[in-house]
């Protein structure tokens, strides 16, 4: 059986895709995203501004992979975490940790979760990688009760609210992620408390029926 050796070729054009993407993160951090300029990105990896262009055809292909690098990194740190348990306090985690997450990069954050390029979309290929994290937590917040869209949209609000908060005024802090576990109580209350008047509704229309 022959082994299944890797090109060495495609070894390399990975290496230094890996090397602009982690050079390209340094200077969205230093000059904004939308300033990245590719001569100076160029000339930190090492090569001709045409030849960035074998790697990336245009500076929107760049934000592309930067947004699927940064998914990918959202992934690895979700999935090194533990979500199972009691559902609340695995919700909280989750809640915690994605803030968290945002907190520690605002230029991260921003790519992923803010419209800060105007006219940027991503390609089907790395949105399907926000997809992926959005399913993962669709799941855990439907562990612990939240099991409609309606639900999901407001967590989804909420997670927005804290992380907001947390990249605007403490950046690499906890202020705002140390208040999860009460986002998460009045979330659940509210899912509870509109779970309930469902079922008196429903079982008030069912004895009107029954008259």
Not at 4 to 33: H, S
């Amino acid at each position: 059986m022959t082994a299944n050796v890797t090109d060495p070729r495609l070894q390399r054009r990975q290496a230094k895709v890996a090397q602009i993407l982690a050079e390209a993160w340094v200077l969205a951090r230093r000059d904004g995203l939308a300033a990245v300029s590719l001569r100076e990105l160029a000339d930190a990896v090492g090569l001709r501004q045409p030849s960035l262009y074998v790697y990336f055809a245009s500076k929107r292909d760049l934000y592309d992979a930067m947004f699927a690098d940064g998914y990918r990194a959202l992934l690895d740190y979700t999935r090194t975490r533990d979500y199972s348990g009691d559902p609340r306090q695995a919700l909280t985690r989750f809640l915690s940790d994605l803030v968290q997450f945002c907190g520690d990069d605002l230029v991260r954050y921003q790519l992923l979760f803010q419209r800060t390029i105007p006219g940027f979309e991503p390609s089907e290929r790395s949105f399907a990688l926000a997809v992926e994290f959005y399913e993962l937590g669709r799941e855990v917040v439907g562990t612990a009760g939240g099991r409609s869209q309606d639900d999901v949209d407001v967590f989804t609000a909420l997670v927005a609210g804290l992380a907001e908060q947390q990249t605007a005024n403490d950046p690499g802090g906890r202020r705002w992620v140390r208040h999860s576990g009460r986002v998460v109580d009045m979330f659940l209350a509210d899912v509870d408390r509109r779970r309930q008047a469902t079922a008196i509704q429903e079982d008030c229309h069912e004895h009107d029926h029954r008259r």
